[in-house]
């Protein structure tokens, strides 16, 4: 079946959707659930003000969406960018149902943005819109309903304004209301690193079926945010070869492989790739289209669609960020035999040291960075080989295969608990 449409890609949401109802299709879903995990559960939007820097009254607007509590809370990212939309945030926010569900951990999915552009923001001015953002939504948010983590322009110091408002609110400290912390506010050793080390456990799994070694793997990583700089830098101490990296200023490419820690202290210095001497110039989009066996777009949704896959000469696709590939991509890479670790399995480390670290808050008990990995690893390995046979046996792609894995797993939990009335 092709999900292809010639003249329009699609949307986050609509691309969400169109994976889903090959799924349900393929899993005989009831019709009436199926209506139901295809939207979503609550879907919040505040318009708040802030006190800006000059004194002027700026007004922002500010989205969350609750797809799922059907297995747990609800657990997912809270994104700051000029190009927020509703849209967006509900298709991440099913996103993440899936993705909690294919990891197997006990929560739902959500999803948060706000429309605002951090590269033109000072610090306090940002302090000011996450406290007043936070605020707005206290009532759904909290450890045993949902759970913000770092996404898009937001980090760790996001998270630690976020879990002070919330505990001010509530009179006492919840160190579990956000996860993605500092680690001298209850954060978890080995967060930070998670989603990247996270694609690297599944690129291992991939390059152990098909019997290659990492150092006679090229790979090229497309964004140099939390999860493609992790990822690089991890994967390039194990052995593999970066020889290309790029960001929204442009990339690098070097054949005989790129001194990773030297480029990240460069872009840590200077913000950019533009300037660094060690590999020739490239443009963003064509680091997409270079000779390479992995590629690791980390950078943001929508980069590999009908206009460029069939130019994508990478035999593995790892997706660290959300959403990079539509589906009439995944049609074209399926076609031309490019094996794809979709991201709600391939960046789901993320989620998962986060479910460790809501875990260690409410126990009040900090596991070793040893554990945490140990730990890391048992489920990635786990959840690729679950994914890979669950394409294996209804011949489907692995993408069709994890959305199956994770809309059964939730409709399991759905049939158990019954319809509330
Ligand atoms: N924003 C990350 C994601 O998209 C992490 C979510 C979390 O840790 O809750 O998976």
Known sequence: MSLAQPEKELSVFESMAARFDVAARKLNLDDGVTRYLRTSNREILVHFPVIMD??????????????????????????????VTLDEIRGLAAEMTWKCAVVNIPFGGAKGGVVCDPSKLSMGELERITRRYTAEILDYIGPERDVPAPDMNTN??????IMDTYSMNVRHTVTASVTGKPLDLGGSAGRREATGRGCMIAADQALKRFGWRPEATRVIVQGLGNVGSQAARLMHESGYKIIGVGDITGGVF????????????????YKTLEGYEGGDNIGAQEILEQDCEVLLPAATESVITSKNAHKVKAHLLVEGANSPTTPPADDILFERGVFVIPDILANAGGVTVSYFEWVQDRQGYFWSEATINDRLKQ????????VVSFSEKHKVNNRIAAYMLAIDRVAITLKLRGIYA
């Open 54 to 83: 000059n004194g002027k009254l700026e007004v922002f607007d500010g989205y969350r969406v609750q797809h799922s509590i059907a297995r747990g809370p609800c657990k997912g990212g809270l994104r700051y960018s000029p190009h």
């Open 156 to 161: 760790e110091q996001t998270m630690a304004w």
């Open 254 to 269: 070097n054949t005989s492989g790129i001194n990773i820690p030297r480029l990240l202290d460069y872009v840590g210095q």
């Open 379 to 386: 489920i990635m390995v786990s959840a690729f080989d679950g």
